[in-house]
């Protein structure tokens, strides 16, 4: 049946409804693992062999101690707590983990790190990070830094282009963790650990855009996930 990969759900506050987009279902099931979903609870169920922080609204400032722009968007507490206090836990085990999007800010959080509530105030960049392209479709370049495990899973390709859909990105780096791409205005666009097996965080929704090159990425993280459950 393939290892087990628990993907947290998006919460809508006003519905009280969980939601999931297809995409993430059917890009682990073609990796070769078997997706459920995690809703919050205290602990990581023992038969876990992967996470997928999913991607989602932005995150509480208050939780990397900051007060709220103006500009930052809806957030869903609920959500933000599980997710922080799951990546720490599943760290701690040492379980995979792809997070994406806003999955790759909960990560940067959990280890300590900051984000930008908002690139367009908060840094110099004149990119479009919030393309109006289909959603497969890729908008921006990468460029991805050797040594890491992005260049090792893409066999040391050094630029590419990635589809866009935050207004929010990586600032401070939580502990141990490494940048593995930037898009041209310097943004972090993808992360990874120096010391877990595997633990990569993207800014784009390699989900969305079923090329070979996103799918080599989900087929790597369901290894990893394999090896983990043995
Ligand atoms: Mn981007």
Redesign the pocket.
Known sequence: MGPIIGITPDYDNISNRYKVHEDYVSAVKDGGGYPILLFPQLSIPAFIDGIILSGGGDIDPLLFDEEPLKESGEITPQRDHFELALCKAALEKNIPILGICRGMQVMNIALGGTIYQDISVQTNSS?K?N?QAPRPYAT?S?WIEQSTLLAALWRNKEKTT?????HQ?VAQLGKGLRVCAR?QDG?V?AIDHTEYSFVLGV??HPEAMKTEEQKLLFSAFIKAATGYQK
């Open positions: 990119l990070h393309q921006h990468i990635v589809n866009s859909f935050h990105a898009s943004l666009e800014q784009w």
